[in-house]
């Protein structure tokens, strides 16, 4: 049996912080708080840091650095970007995380091109026993483009399945309401010499969306009923389109655009979650709703690193320090939350009997460091 014994470390669980110590064996926690017997174990002195679960992350695009680190290049080999993306979702103390894949898309032909690339290389990680962190697959359902209905069945066959999103990316809806943020955004794909040239491109997607959206929609709906896989709306922009979401089974808002729907979303009982880059940078990138303002109204369940692992621990830390979550609070935001809706219910939290996924870190000034991570008890960073 091995047994490990943390020391000296400042214990977060989702109710409190307390200095004492933690024990586990074989990748379990059996002992939590106060003074822990260390004899045959091994010791850990944590020399008065925090010691809090491992992060557990829903969302994240990470992986596409990897697979194409600059516009028009493709890595050529899949798996090693793979465990590249894994060896810095460790680094930023994450011990589970949801690897979002586009299933569907506009002009970013590249996303398409890399789809089965990306959840082969997710197998045959996996499969391999190399890989730092936990990784699941989050497929973002494209439901405007008509390529759905062929791409969705090719991929939704991953053993590592264990999230679905409901995504409606056309312009002037939803993300991109403001047709001026999604005409800079697809400027460098797309080069509209003229006002006319750009209103007709608009036109032809919303027409593409009319075409499909229902028939995407159903198709994804029943698989995830049949296969009892989670959903998650995205882009939420008023209460008609959250309560159609909640008619719909999803569980998970994911990136509300207005305060409006994230207060509906609130109300509905469903897992609101933002950008923890937003809370870090004080904005959406997409002239959207404020993360901060979402978690002052009260609103606030759930982060997701989105484009930059290392912000979920330094978002959770700008809402202690800012005053408007306790550390407990904050943390299960990146941590409890996100696993029991997900519908992982043995991890998540410093409890006796869960896995111990568990993360040390430190403070250098008022940023977070992450001084070393544990997977089931393996230390893994």
């Known amino acids: 049996m091995k047994k490990t014994v943390f020391k000296n470390a400042l214990l977060v669980t989702p109710e409190s912080v307390t200095e004492g110590?933690?024990?586990?064996?074989?990748?379990?926690?059996?002992?939590?708080?106060?003074?822990?017997?260390?004899?045959?174990?091994?010791?850990?002195?944590?020399?008065?840091?925090?010691?809090i679960p491992g992060l557990v992350e829903l969302h994240t695009d990470n992986l596409e650095r990897y697979m194409i680190p600059r516009p028009k290049v493709v890595w050529p080999e899949a798996l090693p970007a793979f465990f590249a993306h894994d060896a810095q979702i460790a680094a930023s103390g994450i011990t589970t995380v949801f690897d979002a894949m586009a299933v569907g898309e506009y002009f970013?032909?590249?996303?398409?091109?890399?789809?089965?690339?990306?959840v082969d290389a997710l197998e045959r990680a996996r499969r391999s026993g190399y890989l730092r962190a936990d990784h699941?697959?989050?497929?973002?359902?494209?439901?405007?483009?008509?390529?759905?209905?062929?791409?969705?069945?090719e991929v939704s066959g991953c053993p590592a399945l264990r999230l679905l999103s409901l995504m409606d990316n056309?312009?002037?809806?939803?993300?991109?309401?403001?047709?001026?943020?999604?005409?800079?955004?697809?400027?460098?794909?797309?080069?509209?010499?003229d006002d006319a040239g750009?209103?007709?491109?608009?036109?032809?997607?919303?027409?593409?969306?009319?075409?499909?959206?229902?028939e995407n929609l159903a198709m994804v709906l029943g698989f995830a009923k049949k296969h009892g896989i989670p959903l998650a709306s995205h882009d939420d922009t008023t209460a008609e389109q959250v309560d159609a979401a909640v008619r719909d089974g999803v569980v998970i808002c994911e990136f509300p655009t207005?305060?409006?729907?994230?207060?509906?979303?609130?109300?509905?009982?469903?897992?609101?979650?933002?950008?923890?880059?937003?809370?870090?940078?004080?904005?959406?990138?997409t002239k959207n709703v404020s993360a901060m303002d979402v978690a002052e109204a009260g609103c606030l369940s759930c982060l997701s690193s989105d484009y930059v692992p290392a912000s979920l621990l330094e978002a959770v830390f700008?809402?202690?320090?800012?005053g408007v979550m306790?550390?407990?609070?904050?943390?299960?935001?990146?941590?409890?939350?996100?696993?029991?809706?997900?519908?992982?219910?043995?991890?998540?939290?410093?409890?006796?009997?869960?896995?111990?996924d568990l993360c040390l870190v430190t403070l250098c000034g008022n940023s977070p460091i992450v001084r070393g991570v544990w997977k089931a008890g393996t230390r893994v960073f």
């Open 258 to 285: 207005t305060m409006e729907a994230a207060r509906r979303a609130a109300e509905r009982g469903l897992m609101v979650t933002l950008g923890a880059p937003n809370i870090v940078r004080g904005q959406s990138s």
């Open 170 to 193: 056309t312009p002037g809806d939803r993300q991109w309401r403001d047709l001026g943020s999604w005409r800079t955004h697809y400027s460098d794909i797309k080069n509209w010499k």
């Open 136 to 153: 699941f697959l989050h497929l973002r359902c494209e439901l405007a483009d008509p390529r759905l209905a062929s791409l969705f069945p």
């Open 326 to 356: 306790s550390l407990p609070e904050a943390m299960r935001l990146v941590t409890l939350n996100p696993a029991r809706t997900a519908g992982l219910t043995d991890r998540g939290a410093l409890k006796e009997g869960l896995r111990a």
């Open 21 to 51: 110590d933690l024990a586990c064996s074989d990748g379990v926690i059996t002992g939590v708080g106060g003074s822990c017997g260390a004899e045959g174990a091994d010791v850990v002195d944590c020399e008065g840091a925090w010691l």
């Open 198 to 214: 750009f209103a007709q491109d608009i036109r032809a997607l919303k027409a593409q969306r009319d075409a499909c959206f229902d």
């Open 108 to 118: 970013n032909k590249g996303r398409i091109a890399m789809l089965a690339r990306s």
């Open 318 to 322: 700008i809402l202690k320090d800012r």
